[in-house]
């Protein structure tokens, strides 16, 4: 599926102090929407304003979040359950973008 | 030469006579000479106008009067010399002091043996006194006339056999088709009678020597009544203020006031009839105790009263006020805007029966009076509150099915996305052998999903079952249900390191639970095992008894070794449930379910670090359960 590596945080915060901290940024984030202590959204504007480049997959079963999310500067909105086609899809294209 | 002597005899007496009278008459005496030089005056004068003689003698007479009298006297003294006479004739003199006076002068002119004039001889006498009265006297002749004429009200003045003697104008004006009206009867002029009226005053008051009243028609022409007099009869005495001779009438027309008086009687029987029919209750209370002071019948039937009169003596309003405090409310906002429209207010009728009222009223705080309509609104409280309750029914009907839906929606969905994601990778790996272990773990992770979604349905059914509030208090052995979950715990985590310990400072004393409190246990537990990456998962359970507010309590305590909870987030986790923004509370209902079990035994559970100020070492779940 493609020679990526994967690194996980679990939850909001957790996600914004891993990008702050990490000396090499991730190409892409897949951001998920409901977790504890701080939400998807809210983790990814904190990101953008790191750099307003950052590629975002904003993966929710919140489908409510789709427009919104894409308005606040995700790249693509990934509904759950999705297909890992469907996944590996929208990271090749947010690298290639 | 006897003769001679009688005659000086006589002579010296009568000088002695003369001098006497002279010097001691009470009359001011004077004469004066053709050009009204004065030739004597007498003591009399001199102590009257308060000069010496020495100051008088040869001065004209003229000086000692106001200038007005002096021309009067050399007017009239030519007259005076022509006539040889004069009497009471009026002058102004002035005294030595200054003070004036009126004197009345009288005099006659002494002539000689040739017919010329030789002397006036005149005395006067002072009139100051009497012109003041007669002054007087006629000031208050002209007041009284003025009063007489001008006073709006009639005054006919009768003679002891009813004659008119005098009327005033007004009388005049109103009996004007009778005039004239003096020397007639009374009887004949104000009511075209032939005999006195049956009830007179005036007769009266001729009989008993009394003032009299009563109230008299007004009549015009031809008997007609045009209105109605007050008539005072009062009895006109003589002189001597013994004896009547006649009546004197005062006579006010009190027409107007009679058509105001027939239109509040009628007004008055109009707003009875209404008072007494009107649909609505109406009232007057007393301000100062509520009492009641009048009222319809519809409002005494209000507080379940057959007649008013019941209500008026047996209801005492300050004692029906279900929310005492209610009624200096109304009295302070009738106080402040002057009236209260649509007030509502909570009493008791007769039997002690509640009854919603709606109070329009006003205030006389002079009369200390409060009057008001109330109506019943009983049924339309009890509708609102039905409406009411309904409401909160439906919206918390709604935002349950909200939020199961949304847990379908979230919660299924991601353990479907992890199932499904974990099916994908196995596939895909299916011919790589090199991924052979991590087919495992997804097997693993496909597991632990469907525990994920069992729980969660188990979950669910249990919250909506305490919802329903169905569920059985009863007393039970807490060291028996910790033990339950524990071992239910163990059998989850079979491929973990897992060491759970349990601790009791004493005997435990049963507790208020049920059936449902193992679920709790046990999604403590879990939590405390889930959320965990030490390599060995350890949980103390700790069990003792406490008091609080004197009373007795077991307090269970779960400490782990997980992740912690940060404070922020020690609340508000308890708290996944019909909120709005479920952004970040994460998954499942667990520890939701946790507080919702607890609760419902009327226990208490929250959280606190288990290493003191540092949530990073894990979390102490602290449940309080009542002694049974």
């Known amino acids: 599926m493609g020679d990526y590596s994967v690194e996980f945080s679990i939850n909001g915060k957790d ?9 090499e940024k991730p190409n892409v984030i897949i ?9 998807g959204i809210d983790a990814m504007n904190e990101i953008l304003k790191i750099d307003r480049d950052t590629k975002i997959i904003f993966a929710s079963a919140d489908t409510m979040m789709k427009e919104h999310s894409i308005s606040m500067g995700a790249t693509a909105f ?8 469907e996944l590996i899809y929208l990271i090749n294209k947010a690298i290639k973008e | 030469m006897k003769k001679n002597y009688d005659k000086e005899r006589d002579l010296r007496e009568l000088k002695k006579r003369y001098k006497l009278f002279y010097e001691y008459a009470p009359l001011p005496y004077q004469s004066f000479d053709e050009n009204v030089k004065i030739i004597d005056v007498n003591q009399a004068w001199l102590d009257f106008f308060g000069y010496d003689k020495e100051e008088v003698i040869g001065r004209c007479f003229g000086e000692f009067l106001v200038l007005k009298s002096r021309e009067l006297l050399n ?7 022509n006539v040889g006479t004069i009497q009471d004739i009026e002058y102004e003199i002035i005294k030595k002091d200054g003070i004036h006076r009126i004197i009345w002068l009288d005099g006659r002119i002494e002539y000689d043996k040739n017919g010329n004039f030789k002397q006036a001889h005149c005395f006067f006498k002072d009139i100051t006194e009497r012109k ?33 003697i005098q009327v005033n104008p007004i009388m005049e004006l109103w009996y004007s088709h009778s005039m004239p009206m003096l020397g007639k009867k009374c009887y004949e002029v104000y009511h075209e009678r032939n005999e006195p009226c049956e009830i007179c005053p005036s007769l009266q008051s001729l009989r008993t020597g009394q003032p009299a009243y009563d109230v008299v028609p007004k009549r015009g022409p031809k008997q007609k009544i045009i209105g109605w007099l007050d008539l005072y009869s009062f009895p006109l005495l003589d002189e001597e203020g013994g004896h009547i001779i006649g009546v004197i009438e005062y006579v006010r027309d009190i027409s107007e006031r009679k058509k105001a008086e027939q239109k509040l009687k009628e007004s008055e029987i109009k707003y009875k009839y209404f008072f007494e029919n009107a649909q609505v209750g109406l009232y007057w209370s007393r301000i100062s105790d509520g009492k009641f002071l009048e009222c319809n019948e519809q409002f005494a039937k209000l507080f379940g009263y057959e007649t008013r009169e019941e209500l008026l003596e047996g209801y005492i309003a300050t004692e029906h006020y279900v929310y005492p405090n209610q009624r200096n409310e109304i009295l302070d906002a009738i106080r402040k805007n002057k009236e209260v429209r649509g007030y509502e207010l909570l009493v008791t009728k007769r039997d002690g029966t ?16 409060i009057e008001g309509a109330a109506i019943d609104i009983t049924k ?5 509150y039905n409406l009411k309750e309904s409401e909160i029914r439906y919206k918390k009907a709604y935002d349950k099915a909200d939020f199961y839906k949304d847990l379908l929606a979230h919660d299924v969905s991601n353990i479907f996305n992890n199932i499904n994601a974990s099916i994908q990778l196995i596939e895909l790996w299916k011919e790589d052998s090199e991924m052979s272990n991590n087919k495992g773990d997804m097997v693993e992770i496909i597991k632990q999903q469907l525990e994920r979604g069992a729980s969660l349905v188990s979950n669910v059914r249990k919250l909506s079952e305490l919802e329903e509030g169905d569920r059985l208090v009863k007393s039970v052995e807490v060291i028996n249900i910790i033990n339950d979950s524990i071992e239910f715990v163990l059998s989850r985590f079979q491929n973990r390191e897992i060491e759970i310990k349990v601790e009791k400072t004493n005997e435990i004393s049963k507790v208020k639970g049920g059936d449902l409190l193992i679920d709790a246990f046990e999604n403590i537990l879990l939590n405390g095992a889930i959320h965990n990456e030490s390599d060995m998962i350890r949980i103390w359970v700790k069990v003792s008894e406490v008091y609080k507010n004197d009373e007795k309590f077991v307090n269970i305590e779960f400490k782990d070794n997980g992740i912690g909870i940060i404070d922020g987030r020690k609340k508000a986790i308890f708290e996944r449930t019909y909120k709005k923004d479920r952004s970040t509370g994460g998954m499942g209902i667990g520890l939701s379910l946790v507080k919702t079990i607890i609760n419902s035994y009327e226990g208490q559970v929250w959280i606190d670090n288990r290493v003191m100020g540092d949530h990073t070492k894990g979390s102490n779940f602290i449940i309080l359960l009542k002694q049974s």
């Open chain 1, 15 to 23: 996600a914004v102090e891993n990008y702050k901290n990490h000396s």
């Open chain 1, 31 to 39: 951001m998920d929407h409901r977790m504890p202590i701080m939400n």
């Open chain 1, 78 to 85: 990934l509904s759950k359950p999705f297909k890992l086609e």
């Open chain 2, 75 to 81: 007017s009239r003294i030519l007259y005076f010399k």
């Open chain 2, 132 to 164: 003041r009265i007669e002054n007087q006297l006629r000031s208050s002749e002209t007041f009284l006339s003025n009063v007489f004429t001008s006073i709006q009200d009639g005054i006919s003045v009768l003679d002891k056999d009813l004659n008119i």
């Open chain 2, 354 to 369: 509640p009854i919603w009222l709606s109070i329009s009223a006003r205030m006389f705080e002079n009369e200390n009076r």
């Open chain 2, 380 to 384: 339309r409280k009890k509708a609102e």
